[in-house]
């Protein structure tokens, strides 16, 4: 379901919506709840109505008698069994029966849940959100209920919400090793994108449906690893997939299925929008051979962990190895001789070259990529370490310190160069600038590969010297 904002919405929900304002201000909660009841019933796509909807279920609430609630939940309980039959054909009536029975009394239990899971039906996250949280508010201190608001607030986009929960749940947690902690990545990752992006002091649940297209951009951009955030989007693709079956939308299935470590899936799906396009598509073809290649992988690893499970087992990782080799060369040159002047497709083809130990073609490429300002610094790295590979320490340093000189903020790529630095500095006899290089490195990260123990064997074989 796409939602809409209030000015989307036909005029007569915004008066609507203005109406009941005007008697919850006076203190007619019930006047407000009639007033907009049948208006979300109609409307069940627009994300606001049900915020006020239940503020105002709730101010009627304190109002009513104790006598009241206990029918609203005696009656609940009978209807849930239609409400769920309905569903299976129809979810949006059966979430029009659910606003009803709410509107008479909102404290029932059993309607809130069974609202929760037939708007997830409908794919109308703000429904299951709002329903939960007044379920949470009323009856506090289920863990299970909670993490089932956690999940609905993210799928609706609301991540600086989410965390919340996941912190109120380790907070009340008796065994904080048994705490979901995926949930709590995936809640973290959406709430720094809302942090990020949502900083005009706009409600991040109007920015609701621009928050879940930021979480799909993080998947594409591969900052999210989290399988089951993945999952959350595989469904929502599905569904939109059967609604209309784009390229588009099949490209972005194949990048969720990839997290999800479906790679068979995610294959599938590339090959089609491959096959939709016609063309030689650089970035769609690399995305296909990450995914064959992971497939392939992943069979090698079945191989290993369990060979008493297969026949003749090292013959077919031997096969499968061949196959990723094979495949990994025939595509990154038919690439980068379709495409020569893509220097990304070119520092590719390098890295290649290195990884398979032809360290002269390798430098060879580097050298032409380094001529391009943005693949310069890590081109730069790779002619120092293959100047080390042929015991050219000097060159090597000259190459690698210009990468670092290039390189502003302390991150893996400048640890790397610093490291190979060091390696070159202490080849030349440079001890002392190979220290103080190592030590640029353990400043943010101690452990760092073998630093410790290089400094340690150059400070004791001067420590000898002397």
Known sequence: MNRKTVSQAPIYVRDTLNRAGRMAGSGDFAGAVDALFPVICKNPDVPMLYDKLREYELGKLRTQSGGVKFWGKFCGVFKIILVRIVASADPLKAMSM?????????????????????????????????????????????????????????????????????????????????????????????????????????????????????????????????????????????????????VDMRRKMADAYMVAGKYEDALREYRIVADKLGVLDPVLDKHIEKAYISNLREMVNALKNSPESYENPEAQIAELEKNIYDYRWKHVRLRSDRFPNDMQLQFDLGELQFECEMYDDAEKTFKAVAENPQKRRGSLVYMGRCALLRNAPEEAAGYLQDAVNDMQRMDKYKREALYYLGNALALCGRNAEAVETYKQILVSMPDYRDVPARIQAIESASAAEN
């Not at 973290?188 to 949502?198: C, H, K, P, Q, T």
């Not at 297209?213 to 900052?223: E, S, V």
């Open 98 to 246: 659910c606003e009803k029975s709410l509107a008479f009394c909102v404290d029932n239990p059993a309607i809130l849940s069974t609202l929760a899971d037939v708007a997830a039906q409908a794919d109308a996250p703000w429904a299951s959100a709002t329903a939960l949280s007044v379920l949470c508010k009323l009856h506090p201190g289920n863990a299970a209920q909670m993490r089932r608001l956690a999940d609905a607030m993210q799928r609706n986009g609301q991540g600086i919400d989410a965390l919340k929960v996941h912190q109120d749940l380790i907070a009340k947690a008796p065994d904080k090793k048994n705490v979901d902690k995926s949930g709590l990545q995936a809640a973290m990752v959406l709430a720094s994108i809302e942090r990020g992006n949502f900083n005009d002091q706009k409600s991040h649940k109007a920015n609701a449906a621009d928050a879940e297209d930021a979480i799909i951009q993080q998947l594409l951009d591969g900052t999210i690893h989290d399988a089951n955030q993945a999952q959350l989007l595989i469904d929502r693709f599905s569904v939109e997939l059967r609604r209309n079956d784009s």
